[in-house]
């Protein structure tokens, strides 16, 4: 199950930042990847494109990228918080400017 959280993390980072990964890249590279947009001064990894997500939400979605893809699965959420996450996200959504 935890692997599933994985691959999810992964297909999640995918679609919000518009990029495409190779599973195979595995753990090494999103957490260069985050670690490389946080040194340019990015705090999320959501495509500008997505003007519908706002600050507070890209934010949240790039934490719970990193959660998903935590090198040690015991760390890993489980799908039902995944999915406890995204609906408040969606709750509480207002648009970028």
């Known amino acids: 199950m935890k692997s599933d959280v994985y ?3 992964i297909l999640l980072l995918e679609l ?10 595995g ?8 670690a490389n947009a946080a040194k340019l001064g990015k ?3 959501v495509h500008e494109c997505f003007k519908e997500v706002d600050h507070p939400s890209a ?6 990228v990193i ?3 935590n090198f040690d699965p015991d760390k890993r959420p489980t799908m039902k918080d995944v999915i406890d ?9 207002q648009k970028r400017k």
């Open 27 to 34: 753990f090494v590279y999103v957490k260069t990847l985050i």
């Open 67 to 69: 959660l998903c893809t």
């Open 7 to 9: 691959f999810f993390g």
């Open 59 to 64: 934010f949240d979605l790039t934490f719970l």
């Open 43 to 45: 705090k999320y990894l």
């Open 85 to 93: 996450a995204l609906n408040a996200m969606g709750m509480r959504g």
């Open 16 to 25: 919000m930042a518009k990029r495409k990964f190779s599973f195979l890249d």
